[in-house]
């Protein structure tokens, strides 16, 4: 059974930081890419990063420079390092899992980021 389980979200001040964690199971997470996603209420989901399974990354602009996506394939584990964080950052944040035409999500952890 596929699961991805989003951990690490939280309420946080504006310029701090948080991890957020994804641990994968079900599948062979080494040839999957992982993807960080965010969604706030009545808008659509939107695109945070990426890392492929050779380790490469992507970014929304809005997030480069701040956001580190990175993965530990031993533990089926991929994690976003969130820096300076901003108000428009609050959302909840999702993974998923992507290869060839199968996606799979997590189920999302929120992350608020106000005084």
């Known amino acids: 059974q596929v699961q991805l389980v989003e951990s690490g979200g939280g309420l946080v001040q504006p310029g701090g930081s948080l991890r957020l964690s994804c641990a994968a199971s079900?599948?062979?997470?080494?040839?999957?890419?992982m993807g960080w996603y965010r969604q706030t209420p009545g808008k659509q989901r939107e695109y945070v990063a990426t890392?492929?399974?050779?380790?490469?990354?992507i970014y929304a602009d809005s997030v480069k420079g701040r956001f580190t996506v990175s993965r530990d394939n031993a533990e089926k584990t991929v994690y976003l390092q969130m820096n300076s964080l901003k108000p428009e950052d609050t959302a909840v944040y999702y993974c998923?899992?992507?290869?060839?035409?199968?996606?799979?999500w997590g189920q999302g952890t929120q992350v608020t980021v106000s005084f």
């Open positions: 998923k899992a992507t290869r060839g035409g199968t996606n799979y």
């Open positions: 079900g599948f062979i997470f080494s040839i999957y890419s």
């Open positions: 890392i492929t399974s050779g380790g490469s990354t």
